[in-house]
């Protein structure tokens, strides 16, 4: 071994010194972002002898930060929703609605009174359609504008975004993969021409003071070294810095513009949008909190059906029938809020507003806040990265030891 190490190689091997670095600077680059990311779930055997992708290994931890790091900057959460603008909502729960109320009415009449509201006539039956059909914007309107009044106390902003990333971890990988695709192609071929140069003071050295020694070891060093100079360069200086004909700044932080444009679209399109938004509201931690507010205002409906059927149909509900016909209003009512949000179209319409919204704040953005879109996935674990480029530079010097010098 010792003589692999201190043995004098032949001319072209030593030539071959920059150019190999380049490829274990490139190399390692690739392997360090590709093992960020990839895989999405364990590979191997848990908990120890396998690996999982930095970024999902940790979803939940990455997407709390994501939400307090960077939707936090972005505004409150009322600010989202009245950014969603709730009338053109409401306009379009009511046209949704509106043609399948008869449908609903009896769905709802039927499970609580059955056949005695098929054999009902029919001028009583349109009279209670009607008086649904008439109470049915004022109750939408309202129980909206009960929501964007009390939203922080019915909406769990970061469960549910936190649920979100944590059930599609590919989803938090685009955020950034998406968001930072520029950066990620300069982080891995600025491998190839860091390693090349610190090649070139590798071969010097070697010049000076031959060893095969200086293969690992140089290695570590480029594998090190590569990783974090291409990191740094991502997001340093923050501010534009003049050297001479040049101006320099972080890379990801002079496509401002561009990465703002990117990331909107992605998270007003598959994060907060209106159907998770009130799903979130109904089914959440608040949850019970939220169906309460819909069945306070849905009651007056209620009455207001009762009233349009005339005395002669009200004194045929026996003491229990108001409490059942009730309830299965409000049950009906749980089972119809997401119908009329579940249109993609509609969706992305009010994507689009609320994406203009948070593209302009983003691009107005100091640099140190705008910088924390992206750096919170380096951060977290930076060093894990920077080491396992060492470690790999460190096995290719010894690889090269055996399979090019020897």
């Given at each position: 071994?010792?003589?692999?190490?201190?043995?004098?190689?032949?001319?072209?091997?030593?030539?071959?010194?920059?150019?190999?670095?380049?490829?274990?600077?490139?190399?390692?680059?690739?392997?360090?972002?590709?093992?960020?990311?990839?895989?999405?779930?364990?590979?191997?055997?848990?908990?120890?002898?396998g690996w999982q992708g930095i970024i999902p290994r940790k979803a939940e931890k990455m997407a709390r930060i994501f939400v307090d790091s960077s939707m936090r900057r972005l505004g409150s959460v009322p600010e989202l929703f009245e950014g969603m603008e709730p009338e053109v909502i409401a306009r379009h729960i009511e046209q949704v609605l509106a043609p399948r109320l008869r449908h609903y009415t009896d769905d709802v009449m039927i499970a609580s009174k059955g056949e005695t509201w098929e054999r009902a006539p029919r001028d009583l039956r349109e009279r209670v359609y009607g008086a649904v059909a008439r109470e049915l914007p004022r109750l939408v309107r309202d129980v909206l504008a009960d929501f964007g009044k009390h939203l922080e106390d019915l909406l769990d902003f970061r469960h549910m975004v936190v649920r979100r990333l944590v059930e599609d971890r590919s989803l938090l990988n685009r955020l950034f993969l998406e968001a930072g695709a520029r950066e990620?192609?300069?982080?891995?071929?600025?491998?190839?021409?860091?390693?090349?140069?610190?090649?070139?003071?590798?071969?010097?050295?070697?010049?000076?003071?031959?060893?095969?020694?200086?293969?690992?070891?140089?290695?570590?060093?480029?594998?090190?070294?590569?990783?974090?100079?291409?990191l740094n360069l991502v997001f340093r200086p923050l501010q534009p810095v003049r050297v001479g004909p040049w101006r320099l700044q972080g890379l990801f932080l002079k496509r401002q513009k561009e990465v703002a444009a990117v990331w909107c679209r992605i998270v007003t399109r598959e994060i907060l949008t209106v159907r998770r938004f009130m799903a979130s509201m109904i089914t959440g931690p608040h949850g019970e909190l939220a169906r309460a507010t819909i069945f306070r205002h849905l009651r007056p409906v209620v009455d207001e059906a009762l009233a349009a059927a005339g005395p002669l149909a009200r004194s045929a509900i026996a003491p229990g029938d108001l409490e059942r016909i009730t309830r299965s209003f409000e049950r009906k009512?749980?089972?119809?809020?997401?119908?009329?949000?579940?249109?993609?179209?509609?969706?992305?319409?009010?994507?689009?507003?609320?994406?203009?919204?948070?593209?302009?704040?983003?691009?107005?953005?100091?640099?140190?806040?705008?910088?924390?879109?992206?750096?919170?996935?380096?951060?977290?674990?930076?060093?894990?990265?920077?080491?396992?480029?060492?470690v790999l530079g460190l096995l290719a010097g010894l690889a090269q030891i055996w399979f090019v010098f020897d």
């Open positions: 071994m010792l003589e692999l190490l201190f043995a004098d190689p032949a001319p072209w091997k030593l030539a071959s010194i920059p150019l190999t670095a380049a490829v274990i600077g490139w190399f390692t680059n690739w392997i360090a972002i590709r093992m960020t990311f990839h895989p999405l779930r364990f590979l191997g055997i848990p908990p120890w002898l990620f192609r300069f982080l891995i071929d600025s491998g190839f021409y860091f390693g090349f140069l610190f090649g070139v003071v590798q071969l010097a050295t070697w010049v000076i003071a031959p060893g095969r020694w200086q293969l690992p070891a140089y290695g570590l060093v480029v594998g090190w070294a590569t990783n974090w100079l291409a009512a749980l089972e119809v809020t997401a119908d009329p949000l579940e249109d993609e179209r509609f969706n992305d319409d009010r994507a689009a507003v609320v994406e203009r919204m948070l593209r302009e704040r983003i691009e107005e953005m100091p640099p140190e806040e705008f910088q924390e879109l992206l750096r919170p996935c380096f951060k977290e674990d930076e060093w894990i990265l920077i080491a396992l480029g060492a």
